[in-house]
């Protein structure tokens, strides 16, 4: 069975930083892109980024460019997010999702999601 | 805003039919294609719909999906209590080389 876990969510103070991790199972994890997507209390999904196969990373959203980063280890069948200077817009539900292809793009669709991974940025 | 614009909330009586729009621009729904996802409480989003009207193994044929132009539509036939759920339209928009997803619809089934 395909799965994602994602793990490494809780309660964080504004300015801080926290790592999301998020690990395979039941598919060649180094032959699909990767995702995190997240949905704040009471909102709708909003892309945070990709990572094709080889490591090439996709845009941010422009809210998170330049505080988080996305990368994956194909080894340890890992996918990983790193979220600096964290505010309170950032408290959120954060999914990992696979990608029906190995590069991300015009074709792509995101068909295996794991439950998410809850963050909440709050003193 | 979301890039991708959908009715919050759409309702039909058990058994009918009923569909939800999603209207786009030239940079995504004009020239990519559009997946559908399912989100229920408590659970992990779901994959209806992909590549604008394919379904992966599992989805039943009462989910179904079109696009015309810069409008995509899902449409979910024999509804059931279990449908109750919010709807998501995502593609990929090459202006903002970023995926985006509308806003979400929320389906009652009476």
């Known amino acids: 069975e395909m799965q994602l876990v994602e793990s490494g969510g809780g309660l964080i103070q504004p300015g801080r930083s926290l790592r999301l991790s998020c690990a395979a199972s039941?598919?060649?994890?180094?032959?699909?892109?990767m995702h995190w997507v997240r949905q704040a209390p009471g909102k709708g999904l909003e892309w945070v980024s990709g990572i094709n196969w080889n490591g090439d990373i996709l845009n941010f959203a422009d809210s998170m460019k330049g505080r988080f980063t996305i990368s994956r280890d194909n080894a340890k069948d890992s996918l990983y997010l790193q979220m600096d200077s964290l505010r309170a817009e950032d408290t959120a539900l954060y999914y990992c999702?696979?990608?029906?292809?190995?590069?991300?793009?015009?074709?792509?669709?995101?068909?295996?999601w794991g439950q998410g991974t809850m963050v909440t940025v709050s003193s | 805003q979301s890039v991708l614009t959908q009715p919050p909330s759409v309702s039909a009586a058990s058994g009918q039919k009923v569909t939800i729009s999603c209207s786009g621009s030239s940079s995504n729904l004009g020239i990519n294609f559009v997946s559908w996802y399912q989100l229920l409480p408590g659970t992990a989003p779901k994959l209806l719909i992909y590549n604008n009207n394919k379904r992966p193994s599992g989805i039943p044929d009462r989910f179904s999906g079109s696009k015309s132009g810069t409008s995509a539509t899902l449409g979910i036939t024999g509804l059931q209590t279990g449908d109750e759920a919010t709807y998501y339209c995502g593609i990929w928009d090459s202006s903002l080389s970023a995926w985006v997803f509308g806003g979400g619809t929320e389906l009652t089934v009476l």
């Open positions: 999702a696979k990608d029906v292809l190995p590069v991300a793009g015009t074709l792509g669709a995101f068909d295996i």
């Open positions: 039941g598919f060649f994890f180094d032959n699909y892109a």
